[in-house]
């Protein structure tokens, strides 16, 4: 594949998102932050990076370092907590386990996944769902990860490199739209 398919397959994957639910997502993501509640992210592999990337934006900078930190969580991020969890009680427990004793209701947590079928992020979300957290997913077609979210965010194609790129845009568009609806200090405009 040269890069004029490359970038073919990509455009068809960031026109094929649907603005308004990514929109609703960031304001969901704004109303927990804004009552107290922290973010929680988590992916496997490349979607792994992006969870992380996410949460860099969220409590480092976007684009505007006047904005206060704001609180989130990779759940990806500690290798000595997740070796620990996967050797005592399995790799698809990973993120549940952590989930089981961080994850409160006024949370939010966001799973991304190319395929929705991961054990490890099916486990987090039910737990999600039991504790009564909120749950955004960054999804490929869904899979059974799409059953579990409250908000499925889909990049209908099969390529997972078109995928990631379009939750890579997703990410930025979560991060605008927290940046934009945080106060800035001093700021009375």
């Known amino acids: 594949m040269n890069a004029q398919d490359h970038l073919a397959r990509t455009r068809a994957a960031l026109e094929a998102l649907d603005p308004q639910a990514i929109d609703q997502a960031g304001m969901a993501l704004v109303h927990a ?3 107290g ?3 929680y992210t988590c992916g496997n592999g490349g979607s792994a990076a992006e969870a992380l990337h996410l949460v860099e934006e969220v409590i480092g900078c976007y684009s505007n370092r006047a904005r206060p ?3 989130a969580v990779c759940l990806n991020a500690d290798p000595t907590t997740m070796t620990c969890i996967a050797n005592e009680f399995g790799y698809e427990n990973i993120f549940s386990r952590q989930l089981e004793a961080l994850l409160r209701q006024e949370d939010i ?4 996944s190319t395929s929705g079928e ?3 992020i099916i486990n987090a979300l039910q737990v999600a769902r039991h504790t009564g957290a909120q749950t955004i997913g ?3 077609r869904g899979g059974s990860a799409a059953e579990l979210c409250d908000t499925s965010l ?3 194609v099969d390529q997972t490199a078109a995928i990631q790129e379009a939750h890579l845009a997703m990410v930025h568009c979560l991060c605008a739209a927290i940046e934009h609806h945080t106060p800035i200090p001093g700021d009375h405009a």
């Open 37 to 39: 509640g922290m973010i």
């Open 118 to 120: 991961s054990r490890n």
């Open 33 to 35: 932050l804004d009552r």
């Open 69 to 71: 930190a704001r609180a």
């Open 138 to 140: 960054l999804l490929g």
């Open 154 to 156: 889909l990049v209908p």
């Open 109 to 112: 947590l966001i799973v991304l």
